[in-house]
């Protein structure tokens, strides 16, 4: 689904702006796809990654084909992303953020009916299902229910895990200046929710479909 | 002849040379039919590159010393953005690792502009060797300190220092020579990339004895003896280009040819310690571009000391 031109002056800065970011993430990066299990589709999807440095969703977006980037929208917290400033701009305009509150405010639809209203307008969504980003040492903390829910209120939507390497590397916690080191993003086989999957087996599966994308974990 | 005029016949040879490889390439793809062997598809790739590779390099030449620095200080960065990627560094060394890319890098490409050999030549083996223990040490995380700190020492030393070599070329006064440097770089780049291409297909296609098979099972005697013999036979008939005499040429290209051989025989020690194949993806078909640089990175400051010695006034 290509989006139509857009000749408004803040249409185009956010255009200018995107290249900005997706050649400073080339640079720094030199980040490389691996469509291990699946290949780059226009249908909706939700991309779901790991989650440790806030250049997780630019990576993604970096790596995804020039067509699929303006359909494809990060799931992003209102009060980091929202508000007004450069990050709003960035947020809102550059990535096409879709903001949601973190505790959810009973007088707006619920967050994941904004998602599943986002994905039925054909748009992919890059989805962090630990909910927060990873600043432990663990490799990849425990989901939250978040992308249960949103498969089942969208049980046709495809799930394509991405394994994010090395990100955290090159941005750590509490820097604000990125070293130069490879990354690498993978996209893994999409899964789906089975017929009677609980909630805890669906999330344990999908963080095991993340786990075997990340280096050292012994793909199949 | 002039600068020019050499450069100009230089570029036709070698992209004779190409025409010759490219339509070898094909002849064997066309006759391995629909689905050719690995080697014949990785040779193609390796061929296309070197169109680019040579291109980029012809480029830079075009707009002199600000091309030629410009582009190895590009090429040391990427180098050290692969380097840096297999180190075991952590989170203390986050300053180390910008004060190595933010100011080493550009430092050391800026005296060799400004032709101060005195500082250039001691500014990474001193003042950024001291001044790298020195960050890491005020950072306070001492696991493993001596091993994460020779890392950024030794990717320094090699990505950025021995490379930077290469355009340093360009600050040597050579009495009757002056004005041709350029063509000294061609030289070293034609020869140890020549020797490297050359051992290539002499392993390929006559290589049976492994020369260290522990560290890389595509490296033969055949191939070693061939390839390092012919490429200093070319620096040879190169020497016209050069303030060389032919057999000095020849000399020269020979110990170019060797120290490149080790310079691959040592990367992929480091690339097997490690436990990784190539050094990254940037260049199709050869890995990344330590796999491409690792024999100029040896051979670029030995021939730069040999030229400076006994040539330079």
Not at chain 1, 29 to 39: M, Q
Not at chain 1, 40 to 46: E, G, I, N
């Amino acid at each position: 689904m290509a989006a139509k031109a857009n000749l408004a002056p803040k249409a185009i800065v956010a255009r200018v702006v995107a290249g900005l970011v997706v050649g400073f993430a080339r640079l720094v990066t030199a980040v490389r796809p691996e469509w291990r299990g699946c290949l780059p589709s226009p249908s909706a999807r939700v991309y779901f990654a790991n989650h440790a440095s806030h250049g997780d969703f630019v990576l993604i977006w970096t790596v995804l084909p020039q067509a699929l980037r303006t359909t494809t929208r990060p799931v992003a917290a209102r009060d980091y992303w929202g508000g007004t400033g450069l990050r709003a701009f960035i947020g809102r305009n550059v990535f096409n953020a879709v903001l949601i509150d973190r505790v959810p405010d009973p007088r707006q639809p619920h967050p994941i009916e904004q998602l599943g209203a986002a994905l039925k307008e054909g748009s992919s969504l890059i989805f962090f299902p630990e909910g927060t980003r990873n600043t432990t040492g663990d490799i990849l903390l425990p989901f939250k229910g978040g992308l249960y829910h949103l498969t089942r209120d969208n049980p046709d939507v495809e799930l394509v895990p991405v394994w994010i390497d090395n990100l955290s590397r090159v941005m750590p916690k509490g820097h604000f200046l990125p070293v130069p080191l490879l990354c690498s993003v993978t996209f893994g086989t999409p899964i789906r929710l089975a017929a009677e999957e609980g909630k805890d087996a669906f999330l344990a599966r999908a963080r095991t479909a993340l786990l075997t994308l990340a280096p050292g974990e012994n793909p199949p | 002849m002039s600068a020019q005029t050499e450069f100009l016949w230089l570029s036709l040879g070698v992209a004779g040379v190409l025409v010759v490889a490219t339509l070898i390439g094909q002849i064997l793809a066309k006759r391995a039919g629909p689905e050719p062997g690995a080697v014949i598809v990785n040779l193609n790739q390796r061929i296309h590159a070197w169109w680019v590779m040579v291109g980029l390099i012809a480029g830079a030449f075009l707009f002199g010393k600000a091309g030629v620095i410009l582009l190895f200080a590009f090429a040391s960065f990427a180098a050290l953005r692969e380097f840096l990627t297999l180190t075991p560094t952590r989170l203390g060394d986050h300053w180390a690792l910008l004060a190595v890319f933010l100011l080493a890098l550009p430092i050391q490409y800026y005296l060799i502009w400004i032709e101060w050999y005195g500082l250039y030549s001691i500014f990474i083996p001193v003042y950024g060797f001291l001044s790298l223990s020195i960050i890491a040490a005020i950072g306070g995380d001492t696991t493993r300190f001596l091993e994460r700190i020779s890392f950024v020492q030794w990717g320094l030393m090699i990505c950025v220092f021995c490379l930077s070599h290469v355009p340093a070329f360009l600050t040597l006064d050579i009495p009757g020579y002056n004005g041709k440097q350029l063509l000294l770089i061609a030289f070293l780049v034609i020869v140890v990339q020549g020797s490297d291409v050359l051992q290539y297909v002499f392993g390929k296609l006559l290589g049976r004895h492994k020369v260290a098979p522990s560290l890389s099972p595509s490296k033969t005697w055949e191939g070693l003896i061939g390839g390092v013999a012919s490429a200093s036979l070319i620096g040879m008939a190169l020497w016209k280009i050069t303030p060389f005499a032919p057999l000095q040429a020849g000399l020269i290209a020979l110990v170019i040819c060797l120290m490149g051989f080790f310079g691959g025989l040592v990367m992929s020690a480091i690339k097997r310690d490690r436990g990784v194949k190539d050094w990254g993806h940037m260049i199709e078909g050869h890995g990344g571009i330590l796999d491409r640089l690792d024999s100029v990175i040896f051979a670029a400051p030995i021939m730069f000391h040999i030229t400076r010695y006994w040539f330079s006034a």
